[in-house]
C-alpha cells in the first residue's frame, strides 16, 4: 500500500506542526501494536484456560454420568486445553486404550462426543468384529506408557 499524501503546508510554522504530528503518528503505531501483541498474548493464555476448564468439566460430567455428554469440547479444544490423550474402552471386550488427539484423521473441529461412534478395538477388529468404543475421559498424557515392538 502507497504512504499517504500529506501537502506540504507553505508556512514554516504549519510544516513544523505537521511534521509533529507525523511524528507522533509514526511513534504511536509502534505502542498500538507493542499494546495489540501484549493483549493477544494474555487473550490466548486466557482461552488456553477456557478450553483446559471446558474438558476438566466434561470429565467430570462424564465421570458423573457415565456416556458421551453432549456439548463436549472439540479436539483442538482439548489439545489447546492440555487434554491430548482420550482414554477409550472397548464396549465388547473391555479393552482399555488411548487415543493421540493430535495424531487422528478428523477435522479438529470435531467434537469429542462423535468420536464415539467412529473408534473401534483393533482386537475385536481382527475377529471380525467391529463394537463402538465407550469414552472414559480426557487426560494430559496417556495412562499406560505408549510401546511400539
Not at 503546508?9 to 513544523?16: I, N, T
Amino acid at each position: 500500500m502507497a504512504p499517504k499524501y500529506h501537502p506540504i503546508p507553505l508556512s514554516g510554522g504549519d510544516r513544523k506542526a505537521l511534521r509533529k504530528e507525523l511524528g507522533q503518528a509514526r511513534a504511536m503505531t509502534t505502542v498500538f501494536a507493542q499494546q495489540a501483541e501484549e493483549f493477544r498474548v494474555k487473550g490466548e493464555a486466557l482461552i488456553r484456560k477456557a478450553d483446559q476448564l471446558s474438558c476438566e468439566s466434561w470429565n467430570e460430567r462424564m465421570w458423573a454420568d457415565g456416556e458421551p455428554i453432549d456439548p463436549s469440547p472439540t479436539i483442538d479444544q482439548a489439545i489447546n486445553g492440555g487434554f491430548q490423550w482420550l482414554q477409550i474402552e472397548c464396549s465388547r471386550c473391555r479393552t482399555p486404550n488411548e487415543i493421540d488427539l493430535a495424531a487422528l484423521p478428523h477435522p479438529p473441529t470435531t467434537f469429542v462426543h462423535d468420536l464415539a461412534s467412529r473408534l473401534r478395538c483393533r482386537k475385536c477388529a481382527k475377529l471380525g468384529r467391529r463394537p463402538a468404543a465407550t469414552l472414559l475421559q480426557l487426560a494430559p498424557r496417556p495412562r499406560h506408557a505408549v510401546t511400539d515392538s
